[in-house]
């Protein structure tokens, strides 16, 4: 099963490379779209095979192996036994926590030819943990990201966004149609931005089996990554970051795109109704709203009528779980809502006037572009006389088609 594994492995590799070379070389729209695709059902699958290679490696160490490195726990086993990617070999997962929490230095054999570790790149995240940060990222944390599509393109290469639109007219027996184009919306390059995530190596230090060490450092990359990803999304800069809606221009400069709201219409279903739900174009009546929790709680949620009956639910068929804390969400008139906390996006009691305090998106018009590497770099800072560790990886994301993009602005 292994060897098959492997040269499925070996054959999706060839086809990756294949297809971001037509990717890079391509400029039809089209194409570059479902090669797009076609690389992430690649990568998703080549993500799942490399995990059960790890398995069925991390089973595969003999009862009589020799301990010959009782600092960073490592094995001496044949190279038949280390065959495959290094980075899923128990000997290099041992070898990583003594990097990461005493500063061993990583072994000869796993840098020659393949930079896992010098001074100045560091070591390499071992396979096994990234790919429970990847399946920790998909189901648990990343209310906004779990959302938003993902892509794995190189940085620089421009993909096109086309807007297909055209129009219906009537014709004589005298006269045709005339040829209309596909319009453009233009295009979008994702730049390599460098995520910073710093580790607590003292806490690190103190686990003591291999199996704990890599759990808990798979909880602090995913959640640290996540909460930078969510914040990204709405109000990344796109100066070394992702360009985040409040801060895409395309978006914040559309027309009958900013709805304004006082505190009175955020409590009265009926201003929902023809304030905000009056401008939405049918094309775009299935999107999603993002909120500060405390924002439902004040507003949407203590709609009541005149005789301060409560019909928030019977009249908007609210519904919030805030108390879910892995995805707290709920309904408003029929839309998902995503909760989110004041840092992110401000609720409307603490926000200043034309602050924009809630967001009505399409999510799938959001990309996160990411290759989902990260490599783990240690260091002595002379200013505070101590080690530091942090974990760098290169993202980016942007906003596709902003017309699907509504923001809520307080106004008084």
């Given at each position: ?363 799938d018009q959001y990309m996160i572009n990411e290759n989902f590497g ?39």
């Open positions: 099963m292994r060897k098959v594994l492997e040269k499925r492995l070996a054959a999706i590799a060839a086809q990756i490379s294949d297809i971001t070379a037509r990717a890079e070389a391509s400029t039809d729209a089209a194409e570059v779209r479902d090669l797009t695709r076609q690389l992430s059902t690649l990568k998703a699958e080549e993500q799942e095979i490399r995990a059960s290679l790890a398995s069925a490696q991390e089973q595969e160490i003999p009862a009589n192996a020799t301990l010959v490195n009782a600092g960073a726990q490592s094995f001496n086993t044949s190279a038949a036994q280390r065959d495959g990617n290094p980075l899923e070999s128990a000997e290099y997962r041992e070898a990583f926590r003594a990097y990461v929490t005493r500063g061993v230095e990583i072994p000869a054999e796993f840098r020659a030819g393949n930079a896992n570790s010098t001074a100045d790149t560091g070591a390499a995240i071992p396979m096994t943990i990234m790919n429970e940060v990847i399946n920790t990222v998909r189901k648990r944390y990343g209310n906004l990201y779990n959302k938003v599509r993902k892509t794995s393109v190189p940085g620089g290469v421009k993909i096109p966004v086309g807007s297909l639109a055209a129009s219906f007219r009537w014709i004589t027996e005298d006269t045709v149609s005339p040829r209309q184009k596909v319009g453009q919306l233009g295009s979008i390059t994702f730049e390599y931005n460098q995520c910073e995530l710093r580790i607590a190596t003292t806490w690190l230090a103190s686990l003591l089996t291999l199996s704990a060490f890599e759990a808990e450092l798979t909880k602090i990359i995913a959640i640290a990554y996540l909460q930078a990803m969510d914040t990204a999304i709405v109000k990344g800069s796109g100066n070394g970051a992702p360009l985040g809606i409040l801060n895409d221009t395309r978006v914040t400069g559309q027309a009958g795109h900013t709805i304004s709201m006082t505190a009175a219409n955020m409590s009265n279903w009926k201003d929902w109704r023809k304030n905000f739900f009056a401008q939405l174009p049918l094309g775009y009546r299935s999107g999603e709203f993002i909120f500060a929790a405390s924002t439902v709680e004040t507003y949407l949620e203590t709609m009541s009528d005149d005789n301060n009956n409560p019909v928030f639910y019977q009249a908007t068929g609210l519904v919030v779980d805030d108390g879910d804390i892995e995805y707290p969400r709920g309904r408003f008139f029929g839309r998902e809502i995503s909760l989110v906390e004041p840092d992110i996006l401000p609720d409307f009691d603490t926000a200043n006037a034309n602050d924009i305090i809630g967001v009505y998106w399409q999510p990260f490599t783990m770099i240690r260091y002595f800072d002379q200013e505070t006389n101590e080690w530091v560790d942090k974990a760098l990886t290169v993202v980016d994301g942007k906003t596709l088609n902003p017309a699907g993009f509504y923001l809520i602005k307080k106004t008084t």
